[in-house]
């Protein structure tokens, strides 16, 4: 079954650090999600991109996150200056199509900042 | 954010017999709801959606039920089995266009099916 990948499954930053984290989404997906989930909370939307833009983005995605599609496989998130608060597993997701479509989540990328 | 509440933390079954989770929605924009399974460290897996025109869809051993009027639905695990155990989560999105993607997740409920 085809599936999202995510990657580093793991990793520690120092605080102020820039972060990317990347994501294939299945192949033939067109819209493309990162989700967070802090220790002990929700799973939290932040962004949906599609067409190369971002469609919606929450209040959490603050200036210092930023989403990219930089050829035709990856989707990437960048955290400028990384914080302690930006400590979570940060999961990335894709579908095929919008209402009635599937959203198919990553396996997550556990962000540490000390 | 409460607009999706999941109030049982957890929930411990015997195997074999039904399991049956359940989710409130404040949000009356929600029409897409979907149930999603989580293993510690892993991403949620997709089990079973439903869409608002709908009270009922079932995919094997799982079944979800929404009832509009009482913004409340359900999820019917029939037989629970040991490999059910898992976190469950609630999901609901509002209409098409943009705004499908966000979805808005539930707390969770653990589930724990005992041999």
């Known amino acids: 079954e085809p599936e999202v990948t995510q990657t580093p499954s793991h990793q520690v930053t120092q605080m102020g650090q820039e972060v990317i984290l990347r994501c294939v989404p299945i192949s033939n997906h067109l819209y493309f999600y990162w989700y967070r989930q802090i220790l002990g909370q929700k799973v939290e939307f932040l962004v949906s991109?599609?067409?190369?833009?971002?469609?919606?983005k929450s209040e959490i995605f603050d200036d210092q996150f930023s989403v990219e599609r930089p050829d035709g496989s990856n989707f990437t998130l960048k955290i400028r200056s990384t914080k302690l608060e930006d400590s979570a597993m940060y999961f990335c997701?894709?579908?095929?199509?919008?209402?009635?479509?599937?959203?198919?989540f990553g396996e997550g990328s556990w962000l540490t900042v000390v | 954010d409460q607009q999706v509440k999941q109030n049982s933390p957890s929930l411990s079954v015997q195997e074999g017999r039904i399991s049956i989770l359940n989710c409130d929605y404040t949000?009356?924009?929600?029409?897409?709801f979907l149930w999603y399974k989580k293993y510690p460290a892993e991403g949620p897996t997709f089990l079973i959606s439903?869409?608002?025109?709908?009270d009922k869809n079932e995919d094997g051993r799982f079944t979800v039920f929404l009832n509009k009027s009482a913004k409340h639905l359900s999820l019917h695990i029939v037989p629970s089995q040991p490999g059910d155990s898992a976190v469950y989560f609630c999901a609901a999105s509002g209409a098409g266009g943009t705004s499908y993607g966000k979805l808005t997740f539930g707390q969770g409920t653990i589930l724990t099916v005992h041999p």
């Open positions: 997701a894709s579908s095929y199509g919008t209402l009635g479509n599937t959203i198919y």
């Open positions: 949000n009356s924009m929600f029409d897409y």
């Open positions: 991109f599609y067409n190369n833009e971002i469609s919606e």
């Open positions: 439903i869409s608002s025109i709908k």
